[in-house]
């Protein structure tokens, strides 16, 4: 099946430095990707959707000015994180949507963030 | 906006069925999923259904009815490696996810 890899899958940083997580499909080329959010014994809670070349839209609550997202192929996606404090702390998950079959969406394994 | 409902948690017994359902609102539909999570680990795809009926694939089943808002997943002969979270989720227009709270299933010996 189609894989997409997230870089890192672990990052300790202190509060107040910036955090970038690359989202890539790997053997397709992904029309629109996902990013998600799932703080602990929650579930995933969807941030935005990013399509290749445009502006991500961003969910109700998401501040697109502290989450930026960069989708500048159709390959890879990347979410920054700016100024990361203790509570932005959480498992960030991307997803990749192929142009066919349009319900199908691939995660990735996570990238697990702690702010200090 | 979407208002995805599924039981906290359940528990069961090793060999036993359990059903673990899923009521959802929806102002967009482009299908209904079930996701099997580990904690720690991303999300993998269970089943999905975009038309009323049922889906049966090897030991997990699933149901959904759209006048009903309504959807479940069936597990059979459970086994322990089978207590994980399990995440209804609803497409929405634009494709993206909509995900309940997950179920937290503990199978008992």
């Known amino acids: 099946g189609a894989v997409v890899s997230q870089h890192p899958s672990w990052v300790i940083c202190k509060s107040g430095t910036s955090v970038k997580i690359e989202c890539r499909s790997l053997?397709?080329?992904?029309?629109?990707m996902f990013w998600y959010r799932q703080f602990p014994k929650q579930s995933l809670m969807l941030m935005a959707t990013?399509?290749?070349?445009?502006?991500?839209?961003?969910e109700q609550g998401v501040e697109k000015d502290k989450f930026l997202i960069n989708h500048a192929s159709l390959t890879l996606s990347t979410l920054t994180v700016t100024s990361a404090h203790p509570e932005d702390s959480s498992f960030y998950i991307c997803?990749?949507?192929?142009?066919?079959?349009?319900?199908?969406?691939?995660f990735g394994p996570g990238t697990r963030l702690l702010v200090l | 906006g979407q208002n995805i409902d599924q039981p906290t948690e359940m528990t069961a017994t090793e060999g036993a069925i359990v059903q673990i359902n899923c009521t959802y609102q929806?102002?967009?539909?482009?299908?209904l999923f079930w996701y099997q999570q580990h904690a720690g680990e991303a999300p993998t795809f269970l089943s999905y259904?975009?038309?009323?009926g049922l889906e049966e694939k090897g030991r997990f089943s699933s149901f959904l009815s759209r006048s009903k808002g309504y959807s479940y997943l069936l597990l059979k002969e459970l086994q322990m490696k089978d207590s994980a979270s399990y995440l209804c989720?609803?497409?929405?227009?634009?494709?993206?996810?909509?995900f309940g709270k997950g179920t937290s299933l503990l199978v008992t010996p």
């Open positions: 997803s990749a949507r192929a142009a066919e079959p349009q319900e199908t969406q691939y």
């Open positions: 053997d397709f080329q992904a029309t629109t």
């Open positions: 990013s399509n290749e070349g445009s502006k991500a839209t961003y």
């Open positions: 929806t102002s967009g539909f482009n299908g």
């Open positions: 259904n975009v038309l009323d």
């Open positions: 989720a609803v497409m929405d227009s634009g494709y993206a996810l909509n």
